[in-house]
């Protein structure tokens, strides 16, 4: 009976922040960095929205954001609320699916100014999302953070707000299938065509071939310590491929390359014509 | 602006009329590739369009920046709101410093097939607004199988004479010496990153020696990817011949023609025989009042020019993919033996 009384110091998680996790597009990087670029002369970071959607299991997948210009002087902050409101709704017009997730900010870790715009930002969307990035590197490796806030009360009192730091998802598969080697460099002079792209896989994947038989052979003949999880990797592998008889794979392959050497002599044929056609077509006409 | 040396005043620069070079590179950010990926596949099979934001620095095209265009849709309202949103958003972006000078547009394509009357209007249109400007194109469809269908485009610039004074009969096409592969120019692409991102992509790149692009691209089934292809290919090629056909009725009527006159002709000259023995003064050897005299309109060659464009272009794919075919499937081959 008694602790329902006392006043207790307790954290209001907001709802569903529990075991939250989010997932960062690699477009949301290269929008913050080019932004951080592009900063005015006093402003000593940047700060921005996150726009993306909640997934069916709770992660949120942060997919776009965009900078909002802020003013900041002695602890205090001052964003521009007509200029998010009005990015926001052309945003909403491309793509009405991608609403607020949270803000970000550069620099290192939480400020104090933090609190202010994490507040206006809770107001537009239930347990916003903190995204910091370094752009000073400071911190070693880490340089991309996300957190959410946590209240901390006592009683009906609200003390502070505590932020905490949450999973962050940094695979990047759309930048992979873009390829790093080209978002990685400053410069690339040239886009890799069909085959250029076709003969660096295969060279990754001879590699790959290479150090395994060098494993393979090291462990059979003692070298190194045999790995169950790799053996086992390996065997399901090799039992992924189909077994056929050599009759029947020389027919499937053989039967697969003539039907593409059809296709190029098609192709080939149709621009001949092509050719021809055009010098009848100047032709002909000298009536 | 080849280079404006600095010592020369802002009017002096802008009162000298510069014979632009040639544009010869277009140098794009890897954030706009991002986002024209973004956008494009988000939407895809449905097709998108957008604006490309950058700089025109000598005969590199810089594209710095872009953003997206909503689904348009037919209707004056939505068209002018359209236009709003376009200026809002350039004001917007340029409240963050982002180069707000529109340097041409992006759209998506479905397996290539962008060469048509719309594209050409389009870039007419910017080209009165921009000196320079470029189209970019992605197709979505391409890239499940690792490669970066990404293509600058540029109308050249006897087409576009030649579009504007809507010249497309036989005889100023042979004056010009043009033909179908002269619409279009294609201009390398080369992208830039900033020293930033380039240091936080390195950082989180994955270890693994293979990405989802070497996966896609050692994909063994193009098979749907080529029957399409085949399939649009045949299409074109009916519509070619459509347009052959066409060709071949105008001329069968300008023959015919030619024979009514020289029939018209023939009788007029013996008529004016039978009046000189008459001592009557000849009638004119011309009557333009004669519908037969009135020429008939050759049919714009410009459909049969683009139509031919996409032709090639649908060869060049299939030749593509059963080349990188060709090797998955030596490459199975090589790995079975082993």
């Known amino acids: ?129 903190h995204l910091t990035v370094d752009t000073g590197f400071r911190n070693g490796d880490t ?95 090799v039992s992924s491929l189909p077994i056929l008889s050599p009759q029947v794979f020389d027919k499937l392959v053989n039967d697969n390359l003539q039907d593409n050497l059809l296709l190029l002599y098609l192709s080939s044929i149709t621009r001949t014509q092509l050719s021809l056609a055009e010098k009848l077509n100047t032709a002909a006409q000298i009536l | 602006m080849a280079n404006p040396a600095p010592t020369r005043s802002f009017l002096q620069v802008a009162s000298t009329e510069e014979v632009a070079p040639p544009l010869r590179v277009v140098q794009i950010e890897g954030l706009v590739v991002l986002k024209i990926i973004k956008h494009c596949k988000e939407f895809s099979p449905a097709l998108v369009t957008g604006q490309l934001l950058g700089l025109d620095v000598g005969s590199i095209l810089e594209v710095t920046n872009c953003f997206p265009f909503p689904i348009r849709e037919e209707d004056e309202e939505i068209e002018a709101d359209g236009a709003n949103y376009q200026l809002e958003m350039m004001r917007c972006l340029r409240e963050v410093n982002v180069d707000n000078n529109t340097v041409g547009w992006y759209q998506s394509t479905l397996l290539g097939c962008f060469q048509t009357v719309e594209l050409i209007e389009t870039f007419m249109n910017y080209q009165e607004n921009i000196r320079r400007c470029v189209c970019i194109i992605y197709d979505p469809s391409r890239s499940n199988q690792g490669v970066l269908a990404l293509k600058a485009l540029k109308l050249s610039d006897s087409f576009m004479e030649l579009y504007r004074n809507n010249n ?6 042979r004056e010009k010496n043009f033909s179908w592969m002269d619409i279009f120019e294609e201009i390398p692409i080369k992208v830039s990153n900033s020293a930033l991102i380039s240091a ?63 029939a018209w002709l023939q009788k007029r000259r013996s008529d004016n025989m039978a009046r000189k023995t008459a001592g009557e003064e000849p009638l004119p ?7 037969i005299f009135k020429p008939i309109p050759e049919p714009s060659r410009l459909d049969s020019f683009l139509i031919t464009n996409q032709i090639a272009n649908y060869c060049n794919q299939i030749n593509g993919v059963a080349g990188q075919s060709f090797s998955r499937l030596y490459l199975m081959k090589a790995l079975h033996e082993k």
Request: aromatic letters at 8%; a negative charge.
């Open chain 1, 1 to 129: 009976m008694l602790t329902t009384e006392r006043t207790v110091l307790q954290f209001t998680p907001t709802p569903s922040s529990t075991s939250l996790s989010a997932k960062v597009h690699p477009l949301v990087i290269f929008n913050i960095c080019d932004c951080y670029v592009r900063r005015s002369d006093q402003a000593e970071r940047v700060i921005g929205t996150l726009l993306g959607s909640i997934l069916p299991d709770g992660t949120v997948d942060i997919c776009n954001s965009y900078a909002v210009p802020h003013n900041e002087s002695s602890g205090q902050v001052a964003l521009d609320i007509d200029y998010h409101h009005n990015m926001l709704l052309s945003h909403q017009k491309v793509n009405p699916k991608e609403v607020i997730v949270g803000w970000y900010s550069t620099g290192l870790g939480v400020t104090g100014g933090s609190a202010l715009i994490h507040d206006f930002y809770s107001r537009e969307v239930p347990s916003p999302i």
């Open chain 1, 143 to 237: 340089a991309i953070k996300a957190y959410v806030s946590v209240n901390l009360s006592l009683g009906e009192n609200q003390l502070a707000a505590q932020f905490q730091e949450i999973p962050l998802d940094l695979r990047m598969v759309e930048a992979e299938r873009v390829g790093f080697d080209i978002l990685k460099t400053t410069t690339v002079d040239k886009l890799p065509n069909d085959l250029e792209g076709m003969e660096t896989s295969m060279q990754r994947l001879l590699v790959l071939i290479d150090d395994i038989y060098k494993y393979v052979d090291d462990v059979v003949e003692g070298r190194a310590l045999p790995d169950n999880d790799i053996g086992r990797y390996l065997a399901e592998a």
């Open chain 2, 168 to 173: 497309f009969v036989g005889e100023k096409l």
């Open chain 2, 200 to 262: 936080f992509m390195t950082g989180l790149e994955a270890e693994t020696p293979v990405s989802q692009c070497d996966f896609d691209r050692l994909q063994l089934s193009a098979n749907p990817f080529l029957e399409r292809n085949v399939e649009f290919l045949i299409e074109c090629m009916d519509d070619l011949a459509l347009e052959q056909q066409k060709f071949q009725f105008h001329y069968r009527n300008l023959s015919r023609q030619q024979a009514q006159q020289q």
């Open chain 2, 285 to 291: 050897e011309e009557d333009p009042s004669n519908p």
